[in-house]
């Protein structure tokens, strides 16, 4: 254990040096170093065969997951892959709903039908005898409202942005408890449209069970394959992923998984992970700093390794694996304590063997 002391005294002497010295990260910590003067390339892959944003507008999610991505360096490519299937979804029971409606309101609008209580907006309380007139109303007020809202909060920075989500919670939530029963869900309408509008690059593969997903992992093995990416941005719960993750890492480029499993095999596998909800509420763009963050220590503490003794870090901590590629055998853990533990020698080792079986896949 004398290691782990050594090896978090020097990163912490390291930072220290570097922020007193002011020298680059470029020159010291040569690939990979996040956040310094060598900007990184992120590729966001989308699977939606598993994950088309349910609750949010897609446009606005993939957005939200671009602006996060960003976060981790120059977003670079941004691909979805999904069969025909999940463009055109809509739950059995939603259309049944949408039947009835359809035909209610054309009964109501006829004046055949007459509501005995009068439709009621959630959100300003006025009063409708037709759902049309309320659906009609909804959107002409609250939803501009919101947008508005939205909009006003995607450009505001810092305290200002702070006092704006304040001053805007309970109408937003008020606007989102009402708009579910009014107006109908866009999901499964126009999704592709919508996120090549927000600049993906979406695909359309066969009906054939798992069929995005291979087409998906290919391309990013072939990005892998290419250097064209160092940090990878994976937006899944579907576990078949785990390999190519572990490959990723393999090949020292940092892993996020989006996604709304919780403690699916996909987020432990990754270096940093996050659902839908905090991508959207702009929480996974605060925390990705700290993310940064802990890549850089990784970075500062790999070098280390190198610098002083990498004989000794060969034989013990190495043994175990064949690789030229050594860059790559370094775990991301949650924080410096932990980037510690993982070198020693069980947990390198549990690492490894889980990790070498991935190797060519
Ligand atoms: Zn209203």
């Given at each position: 254990m004398?290691?782990?002391v050594?090896?978090?005294?020097?990163?912490?002497?390291?930072?220290?040096?570097k922020?007193?010295?002011?020298?680059?990260?470029?020159?010291?910590?040569?690939?990979?170093?996040?956040?310094?003067?060598?900007?990184?390339?992120?590729g966001?892959?989308?699977?939606?065969?598993?994950k088309?944003?349910?609750s949010?507008?897609?446009?606005?999610?993939?957005?939200?997951?671009?602006?996060?991505?960003?976060?981790?360096?120059?977003?670079?490519?941004t691909?979805?892959?999904?069969?025909?299937?999940?463009?055109?979804?809509?739950?059995p029971?939603?259309?049944?709903?949408?039947?009835?409606?359809?035909?209610?309101?054309s009964?109501?609008?006829?004046?055949?039908?007459?509501?005995?209580?009068?439709?009621?907006c959630?959100?300003?309380?006025?009063?409708?005898?037709?759902n049309?007139?309320?659906?009609?109303?909804?959107?002409?007020?609250?939803?501009?409202?919101?947008?508005?809202?939205?909009?006003?909060?995607?450009?505001a920075?810092?305290?200002?942005?702070?006092?704006?989500?304040?001053?805007?919670?309970?109408?937003?939530?008020?606007?989102?408890?009402?708009?579910?029963?009014?107006?109908t869900?866009?999901v499964?309408?126009?999704?592709?449209?919508e996120?090549?509008?927000?600049?993906?690059?979406?695909?359309?593969?066969?009906?054939?069970?798992?069929?995005?997903?291979v087409?998906l992992?290919?391309?990013?093995?072939?990005?892998?394959?290419?250097?064209?990416?160092?940090?990878?941005v994976?937006?899944?719960?579907?576990?078949?992923?785990?390999?190519?993750?572990?490959?990723?890492?393999?090949?020292?480029?940092?892993?996020?998984?989006?996604g709304?499993?919780?403690?699916?095999?996909?987020k432990?596998?990754?270096?940093a992970?996050?659902?839908?909800?905090?991508?959207?509420?702009?929480?996974?763009?605060?925390?990705?700093?700290?993310?940064?963050?802990?890549?850089?220590?990784?970075?500062?503490?790999?070098?280390?390794?190198?610098?002083?003794?990498?004989?000794?870090?060969?034989?013990?901590?190495?043994?175990?694996?064949?690789?030229?590629?050594?860059?790559?055998?370094?775990?991301?853990?949650?924080?410096n304590?932990?980037?510690?533990?993982?070198?020693?020698?069980?947990?390198?080792r549990?690492?490894?063997?889980?990790?070498?079986?991935?190797?060519?896949?």
């Amino acid at each position: 254990m004398m290691k782990r002391v050594k090896a978090s005294t020097f990163i912490h002497a390291i930072r220290s040096y570097k922020r007193f010295c002011h020298f680059e990260s470029k020159s010291h910590l040569g690939f990979g170093s996040l956040g310094s003067s060598v900007r990184t390339n992120v590729g966001i892959f989308w699977d939606l065969d598993n994950k088309p944003p349910k609750s949010f507008p897609p446009f606005e999610a993939a957005t939200k997951l671009k602006k996060a991505a960003g976060e981790f360096g120059v977003v670079r490519y941004t691909v979805a892959y999904a069969n025909r299937h999940a463009f055109s979804y809509v739950p059995p029971l939603v259309r049944q709903q949408r039947k009835e409606r359809k035909t209610l309101n054309s009964l109501e609008k006829s004046g055949v039908v007459k509501v005995e209580e009068p439709y009621f907006c959630r959100v300003c309380g006025r009063r409708f005898y037709t759902n049309e007139k309320l659906v009609n109303h909804f959107k002409q007020i609250h939803e501009r409202e919101h947008t508005k809202r939205l909009n006003q909060l995607e450009s505001a920075r810092g305290k200002m942005r702070v006092k704006l989500v304040a001053k805007y919670a309970m109408k937003m939530d008020k606007y989102k408890n009402a708009v579910r029963d009014v107006l109908t869900p866009k999901v499964g309408y126009g999704l592709a449209d919508e996120l090549k509008r927000a600049g993906f690059w979406v695909r359309t593969v066969s009906d054939k069970p798992q069929a995005a997903d291979v087409a998906l992992r290919n391309h990013l093995v072939d990005v892998m394959d290419k250097r064209m990416v160092e940090c990878v941005v994976l937006v899944s719960d579907d576990s078949d992923f785990v390999e190519v993750l572990k490959e990723a890492r393999l090949r020292c480029l940092k892993t996020v998984v989006v996604g709304d499993c919780n403690d699916g095999a996909l987020k432990r596998t990754a270096d940093a992970a996050f659902s839908w909800q905090e991508i959207m509420m702009g929480k996974a763009k605060k925390e990705a700093v700290s993310v940064v963050g802990r890549w850089k220590d990784r970075d500062v503490l790999k070098r280390l390794e190198w610098t002083y003794d990498p004989e000794v870090e060969k034989k013990q901590y190495y043994s175990k694996v064949e690789s030229d590629d050594s860059d790559g055998l370094f775990s991301g853990e949650d924080d410096n304590k932990d980037v510690g533990a993982s070198i020693s020698k069980e947990d390198a080792r549990a690492w490894w063997e889980l990790d070498s079986r991935s190797g060519h896949d």
